[in-house]
C-alpha cells in the first residue's frame, strides 16, 4: 500500500515537473491584430460616412436615393467586409471573430438587398440601419481589443 | 526540498481571483454598451412602426436581424472572457513553474 502511494505522488511530483518546467502555456483566443484592429475601425468609418452622405447629402425626391445612386459605395463596404472575414477565417481558435464577421456580412448584404428592391430609403431606416452596423462593427472591434487582454503580462 | 504544494495551490488560486477582478472592466463595459445601443435601436424601431415608415413584416424581420446582432455581441463577450480565463490560468501556471524551479535550484 505504501509503495503504490509513494509510486502516486512520485508519478504527480513528476507529471507537475514536466507541466513547470515545459513551458506550458493555455491558449484560448488567437494573438491580438493592431492591423485588423485598424481595418475595422477603417471600415467602420466608412458605414458612417456612407449612412451619413445618403441621410444628408440626399433625398427619396426624384429618385435621389435609387440604389444605383449607392451601388459602388455597398460594394466597396461589402469588399472589406469580405476581407475582414477571410483574414479571420483563416486565424485558428478564432470562431467567436469569424462569425461577427459572417452575421455583420450577411446583414449588410440584406440592408443592400433591400434598398436595391425597394430603390428607395427613409430616414428612419437609414438611421435604423446605421445603428445595427455600427452595433456589429463594435462588436468586432471589442473581440479583437478582448485578445490584447491575454497577450499582456499576467499580473 | 522546499515545496509546499498547499502554499503554491493558494497563490495560484489567488493569482486567478486577482486577474479575473482586474479585468471584470473589461467585460462589464462592452456588455452595458451593447444594452444602451439595443434599447436605441428599438425605440427608433418601434417609432419606425407606429408613425408607419416600415411595414409590419419589415418591422419583424429586423427584429429577427436583432436575434442575430445578439449572437454576434455574446461572441465578442465570449472572446473577451476566454482571454481573461487564459490570462489568469497562465499567471497561475507561472506561478506553479516558478515554485518548481525553486524547489529544484534548492535541492541541487
Known sequence: ?155 | MNFDINEVLFQMTDAIKQNVAENWDEVKTPANNFLQNRKERYTLLADLLINNEISQPRFDSRMEDEKLIAEAEFHAIAVISKAIAQKAANAAIDIFQNAVKAAITVAT
Not at chain 1, 47 to 72: H, K, P
Not at chain 1, 82 to 106: A, F, G, M, Y
Not at chain 1, 122 to 150: F, H, R, T, V
Request: one cysteine or more; hydrophobic letters at 40%; charged letters at 25%.
Open chain 1, 1 to 155: 500500500m505504501k509503495t503504490v502511494l509513494l509510486n502516486r505522488s512520485l508519478a504527480l511530483f513528476f507529471l507537475g515537473l514536466f507541466f513547470g518546467i515545459s513551458g506550458c502555456k493555455i491558449t484560448l483566443v488567437p494573438s491580438y491584430d493592431a492591423q485588423l484592429k485598424e481595418q475595422i475601425e477603417s471600415t467602420s468609418k466608412e458605414i458612417d460616412r456612407f449612412y451619413l452622405n445618403m441621410m444628408d447629402m440626399t433625398s427619396n425626391a426624384e429618385g435621389g436615393r435609387a440604389y444605383d445612386q449607392f451601388r459602388e459605395g455597398y460594394i466597396n463596404i461589402e469588399v472589406e467586409l469580405l476581407s475582414l472575414l477571410n483574414k479571420n477565417k483563416v486565424r485558428p481558435l478564432n470562431t467567436h471573430s469569424t462569425r461577427i464577421c459572417e452575421i455583420t456580412l450577411q446583414i449588410w448584404r440584406k440592408y443592400k438587398q433591400e434598398h436595391k428592391e425597394d430603390d428607395a430609403i427613409p430616414d428612419g431606416l437609414i438611421k435604423l440601419n446605421m445603428l445595427a452596423m455600427n452595433d456589429l462593427m463594435y462588436a468586432m472591434l471589442i473581440a479583437e481589443k478582448g485578445k490584447a487582454i491575454a497577450d499582456n503580462p499576467p499580473n
